[in-house]
């Protein structure tokens, strides 16, 4: 049977907060400052540390990916919409008379109220149309 080597001594200079943060986690693992300074310079040296960092970041950038890939598609939504709504409303509506067009104005600030009131509740709960639009294409027929 072989001996264990001896293990050598290293003097290190901590920053105070370090030095704190480390006394710390030894004293709530109950494990001594130096057993875990030297597991954090093991995983720090060991070859596959630099493996579980790129594994960190690259599910990290898939993450991203996929929120920047629904934030695009959620903006074509919107677009799409805004865009199907306004030429419906330019094809629909009337040019109206002065007389006419300050009761209409009156009346869309308060439809405008309303509008925004029924918004704020469809915000606060509810599914959002973005979903309700995925549920309703979803095994439809491409209309292209």
């Known amino acids: 049977m072989t001996k264990p080597a001896r293990k050598r001594r290293?003097?290190?200079y901590l920053d105070p907060a370090v030095m704190?943060?480390?006394?710390?986690?030894?004293a709530r693992r109950d494990q001594s400052r130096s057993l875990i300074a030297e597991a954090a310079i093991e995983s720090?040296?060991?070859?596959?540390?630099?493996?579980?960092?790129?594994?960190a970041v690259t599910k990290r950038l898939d993450q991203f990916d996929r929120r920047m890939?629904?934030?695009?598609?959620?903006?074509g939504i919107s677009v799409e919409m805004l865009a199907v709504f306004v030429r419906f409303w330019l094809?629909?509506?009337p040019t109206l008379s002065e007389p006419l067009a300050k009761a209409a104005?009156?009346?869309?600030?308060?439809?405008?109220?309303?509008f925004v009131t029924a918004l704020g509740r469809r915000l606060a709960k509810g599914p959002k149309l973005r979903q309700?639009?995925?549920?309703?294409?979803?095994?439809?027929p491409d209309d292209n």
Do not use: M
């Open 10 to 12: 290293l003097s290190v």
């Open 91 to 93: 094809a629909t509506t």
């Open 20 to 26: 704190n943060r480390l006394a710390d986690h030894a």
């Open 69 to 75: 890939t629904r934030l695009e598609r959620d903006v």
């Open 132 to 140: 309700e639009i995925a549920d309703d294409v979803t095994g439809a």
């Open 44 to 55: 720090f040296l060991s070859p596959d540390a630099a493996e579980r960092q790129e594994a």
């Open 105 to 114: 104005h009156a009346k869309a600030a308060e439809r405008y109220g309303a």
